[in-house]
């Protein structure tokens, strides 16, 4: 079985300042982990992936996650938040190839002007 | 390339009353799943496919929910009759099958929006 927690449901930040969505998972298998994001009235677009390559995923947007096992965490980071990064930030974990995602409970991003 | 396609985007019925969602996933994508979102929560698997086979439906309430995959393309699922609780978006995501991907990236639909009055 697998799941994961999503730390904060509600994250706010300045516009410029870092962004840190955390989140820990739990997992029997070696697990696939992935960060979506959901934008109001649009689909979950995928944000990054570990998939047992590097522990350092860097995603599209400007958004990266690590990988630490010994802390079963896989948190996502930004650098400096921009406006059009207010949304719902999924974490994510997959037992494997083709297999239903186990997603968190969401994490809401509000970046502030 | 088209995304995974969804109907109708939102819908509004009475209780007890049938309603379907329809689902057109990504050309050559085999698998196919359903997804039920409930307000301020994550979404959760209802039902996936490969090709037509629905191969893991333990979270689909049977006895009002059903879904069909006839020609492994698109699919239909649908509720009767619908419950007050069953107010949620309902989300369609396809990945590649038997491709060799090391990876289950699953695109996602923009889902329907069910209201039940």
């Known amino acids: 079985a697998q799941s994961v927690t999503q730390l904060d449901s509600h994250v706010s930040v300045s516009e410029g300042t870092p962004v840190l969505l955390r989140c820990n998972y739990s997992?029997?298998?070696?697990?696939?982990l992935f960060w979506y994001v959901q934008h109001p009235n649009k689909g979950l677009q995928l944000l990054l992936k570990?998939?047992?390559?590097?522990?350092l995923v860097k995603g599209i947007n400007g958004f990266e996650a690590e990988f630490k096992k010994s802390e079963t965490s896989f948190h996502l980071t930004k650098p400096s938040a921009h406006m059009s990064d207010a949304a719902e930030y999924f974490c994510v974990v997959s037992p494997g190839r083709r297999r239903a995602l186990t997603f968190g409970s969401g994490t809401r991003l509000q970046v502030q002007p | 390339e088209a995304g995974v396609v969804q109907s109708p985007r939102y819908k509004i019925i009475e209780k007890k009353q049938p309603v379907a969602f329809w689902c057109n996933p990504i050309?050559?994508?085999?698998?196919l799943y359903w997804y039920l979102q409930n307000l301020g929560q994550g979404p959760e698997l209802l039902i996936r496919?490969?090709?037509?086979?629905?191969?893991?439906d333990s979270q689909l309430p049977k006895d009002r929910f059903s879904a069909e995959r006839l020609k492994g393309v698109d699919s239909t699922l649908k509720i009767q009759p619908a419950e007050l609780g069953d107010s949620a978006v309902y989300l369609c995501?396809?990945?590649?099958?038997?491709?060799?991907?090391?990876?289950?990236?699953?695109?996602f639909g923009p889902g329907t929006r069910l209201t039940v009055l």
């Open positions: 050309s050559g994508h085999n698998t």
């Open positions: 570990y998939t047992s390559a590097a522990t």
């Open positions: 997992s029997s298998y070696s697990p696939s």
């Open positions: 496919y490969e090709n037509e086979e629905a191969v893991d």
């Open positions: 995501a396809s990945s590649l099958g038997a491709s060799g991907s090391s990876y289950n990236e699953q695109f």
